[in-house]
């Protein structure tokens, strides 16, 4: 190779690997890099089947009912809600009832959102801090394959990235029913030559369908410094979030279907517990560095953290006391980073080696309490629980471009966690306790060929418990002994993927994969407590599709099927609970005709089982969202969002469990419990540039 060549060929290396590292660590780089359309899933641009790349243009593509719903844009991913609009969603991905973020990492500009022993659940990932106008892409992955994901990533991850500076500054207004108002409003200017200030506020309510007003008030604001040029640069987020709300949460079918209670109609939208709601908080300072030069990367990432919840909860309402109702804090400071440094081999005239060496670090300070309740008025401690848990991880990886259709990634990751509970309700169950977990991994992309690529993934990962079941001997509510769980716990991955572009302007992928982990994650919400489950496996199919045969047109179909099972043998049976097995999301866009855009927006979501012998299974769900825009001048959009298009009677999400109202006998009834999907919703946004 000439010296020319191979000049081209080093530049154009770095180039994709700070994309790719950029990928990895979460490391922004500038300008900003513009993907049209929905997805970047090209051949040529990942490392699996299963990544990819989500560009701006979705949020102008389809209606949204709630901020974490940009996740709904990864394949075969699920969000939904069972309590108050303010609280974490409920996730669900390849087989698995993620709950609020458990086995799915997610970040906002490197930031991560996943919260460990918290005390509503491990891995609670608030994605209310999201304002969507300002997201530049999402990048996301699946599976245990990949170095630099580590804690709650083995189902996959998901990197929010901010823009730094806007083309325009914008406000804009949206009035919705039921008392939803949000405002919007965000700029950048140049502060001094060659920095720039972004700054972006939000305010929101919204009272919702439901019979006792949920009273959301939400208030978001974001600045970030930054500057540089694309070979050396830097940026630094102060990010500041509020929000308080009542919640509506899960109530019996069998209230429902008798259309009663105590004489009194009782529907869909009514609550058994009005003083149900909660109060939270999220302040955070990060930065990030990054220099491209001879042929190597270096990048190193800071964040800091101040994160409060009051969370009153009522499930079972009269089963235990008059009143059920529970409260749960969550009061604690969060500091961490990252660093890495990326270089390139030349290893002869075809081939080339990169290698990447990394390092992240992580420190939560926790004052996490479960408590009795009534009207949010605390009646005893069932556990109060000082916390400090740091979680360090290494990784190295070095991937090899052996010829023209062969490139291999091998990697290796290590991680050790520590923590130190100190119980001031319970003396026994203080401790200190500590992990190690060794996760290698290794894949192999074959291609190009005739525009289609081939992909063999396989790797180890983990899932970490909550810091408070590795050291706790004692239940805090029946004073039983217990084990103790393990603090790190094992997956094993595979996928076999194809991705093709053969048939033009459309890009497919097919994705075939297993995912088994040593034992799944239970949440056990009135015991403050995530406990280690029994071992699981799950295997499926994903399909993708993303076509634009014009400017003006394009269509998404998603398609997963996964078939989920416990591994071991049990009379309780093998089925796992709220695992659903199939989801399917459609697009269907119009863009740029004349002043007009609009898009159809479909969702359908599969029965999953309720109890492990699967003889109760949720009902499915269709939901239709839809969205039209109109351009009344150069400055000034007009849009419409009709959510739930049909109205359809559908439910968010169903439990089985065991409940008692009045009336009913002291040990309860066992049944279905759903919090129902919100009814058909408009909503009208006006948008000014200026």
Not at 283 to 301: A, F, H, K, Y
């Amino acid at each position: 190779m000439d010296a020319c060549h191979k000049t081209a060929l080093i530049q154009f290396a770095l180039m994709w690997c700070a994309g790719s590292v950029y990928a990895h660590d979460s490391v922004p780089s500038l300008p900003p890099v513009v993907v049209t359309g929905h997805y970047d899933n090209s051949v040529g641009s990942s490392d699996a089947a299963s990544q990819g790349v989500i560009g701006s243009e979705l949020l102008r593509n389809r209606a949204l009912l709630r901020p974490a719903e940009v996740l709904e844009f990864i394949p075969g991913m699920v969000v939904t809600q069972h309590s108050g609009d303010g609280k974490a969603n409920q996730y669900f991905l390849r087989g698995m009832n993620l709950d609020h973020g458990t086995d799915f990492a997610t970040t906002i500009n490197g930031v991560p959102i996943n919260m460990p022993t918290h005390a509503h659940g491990h891995g609670y990932s608030d994605l209310n801090t999201l304002i969507p106008e300002l997201v530049s892409r999402l990048e996301y992955r699946k599976g245990p394959y990949f170095a630099s994901e580590g804690d709650f990533s083995s189902a996959g991850s998901a990197n929010i990235i901010y823009r730094t500076q806007l083309d325009q500054p914008f406000a804009s207004v949206t009035l919705g029913q039921r008392g939803y108002v949000r405002g919007v409003a965000a700029g950048s200017r140049e502060v001094s030559e060659g920095v720039t200030l972004l700054t972006a506020v939000e305010r929101m309510n919204n009272d919702g369908p439901w019979t006792v007003p949920e009273g959301l008030r939400k208030l978001n604001a974001l600045l970030t410094l930054s500057g540089g040029t694309p070979r050396e640069n830097w940026s630094t987020s102060l990010s500041a979030y509020s929000a308080r709300w009542n919640s509506t949460d899960q109530v019996p079918q069998r209230l429902i279907d008798a259309g009663s209670y105590q004489g009194q109609p009782f529907g869909r939208f009514d609550s058994l517990d009005p003083s149900d709601g909660a109060k939270t908080s999220r302040v955070s300072l990060s930065g990030n560095w990054r220099r491209s030069e001879n042929n190597q990367i270096t990048g190193v990432q800071w964040y800091a953290l101040k994160y409060d919840l009051d969370l009153y909860s009522n499930f079972t309402y009269a089963l235990e006391r008059p009143t059920d109702q529970f409260a749960q804090t969550d009061h604690r400071t969060v500091l961490g980073g990252k660093a890495f440094r990326t270089w390139i081999t030349e290893l002869g005239s075809a081939r080339s080696m990169l290698n990447t060496l990394g390092i992240q670090w992580r420190q939560d300070d926790i004052r996490v309490g479960l408590y009795d309740t009534a009207q949010r008025q605390i009646q005893a401690t069932v556990r109060d629980d000082q916390v400090r848990q740091t979680m360090l991880g290494v990784y190295g990886q070095n991937e090899v471009s052996w010829n023209s259709w062969l490139r291999t990634i091998a990697g290796l990751r290590a991680d050790q966690l520590n923590v130190n509970v100190t119980s001031h309700s319970l003396s026994e169950n203080s401790g200190k306790a500590s992990a190690f977990k060794l996760s290698p991994k290794m894949s192999f992309i074959l291609g190009p060929w005739n525009k289609t690529e081939f992909f063999l993934n396989t790797g180890k990962g983990f899932h970490s418990n909550d810091a408070r079941g590795m050291t706790a001997r004692v239940d805090p509510k029946t004073g039983l002994p217990i084990d103790r769980v393990p603090g790190l716990v094992s997956s094993r991955g595979q996928e076999v993927g194809v991705k093709t572009e053969v048939i033009p302007n459309l890009q497919s992928t097919l994705a075939l994969w297993r995912l088994d982990f040593d034992s799944e994650l239970v949440y056990v919400g009135d015991a403050g407590n995530t406990e280690a489950g029994r071992p699981s496996k799950r295997t499926g199919i994903e399909w993708s599709n993303h076509w634009t045969p014009g400017e003006h047109f394009l269509m998404d179909v998603n398609l997963a099927w996964t078939k989920p099972r416990y591994a071991d043998d049990d009379p309780a049976g093998n089925a796992i609970v709220n695992a659903t097995q199939r989801v399917a999301n459609l697009t269907f866009a119009l863009r740029n005709l004349g002043p007009w855009s609009g898009s159809l927006g479909v969702r359908y979501i599969g029965s999953a089982p309720l109890i492990e012998n699967n003889s109760v299974r949720s009902s499915s769900s269709l939901t239709t969202h839809l969205r039209v825009t109109r351009k009344i001048s150069n400055g000034m959009t007009l849009g419409l969002d009709v959510l739930n298009l049909a109205n359809r009677k559908n439910n968010d999400i169903s439990y089985h469990y065991t409940s008692r109202v009045a009336g009913e006998p002291p040990a309860g009834l066992g049944g279905v419990h759903v919090h129902p999907a919100e009814p058909r919703t408009i909503r009208l946004t006006t948008r000014v540039q200026f």
